[in-house]
């Protein structure tokens, strides 16, 4: 997440991006408002991350989050089987060897 937060807060890149989807477009005469537009984004995206980011007012509900994701996807837990759940024991036949 850092990462993004930083590569967000580079102008070269917000700059390397809105002259790329102006080449892509044939827009190169609307670079300047498509600069202005990904840097407002850019903005928006960056305190939204601020907010999840360590020392964040919302990192608990992150932390949260990443726990149950853990707990409940990646390692997909389950619940102990109970004794009636289990495969019953084979009983001793006469006919095999002891």
Not at 41 to 69: P, S
Not at 80 to 89: D, F, G, I, K, V
Not at 92 to 97: E, I, Q, T, V, W
């Amino acid at each position: 997440m850092q990462c993004v937060w930083a590569t967000l807060r580079d102008k070269k890149v917000i700059d390397a991006l809105a002259l790329d989807r102006a080449k892509r477009g044939g827009w190169l005469d609307v670079f300047d408002e498509m600069r202005n537009d990904l840097s407002k984004k850019a903005a928006e995206a960056v305190q939204l991350l601020n907010k999840y980011m360590e020392g964040g007012k919302h990192r608990a509900v992150l932390e949260k989050l990443l726990t149950l994701r853990h707990e409940r996807l990646a390692h997909r837990q389950l619940a102990p089987a109970t004794a009636t759940e289990r495969m019953p024991l084979m009983k001793r036949s006469s006919s095999l060897p002891r």
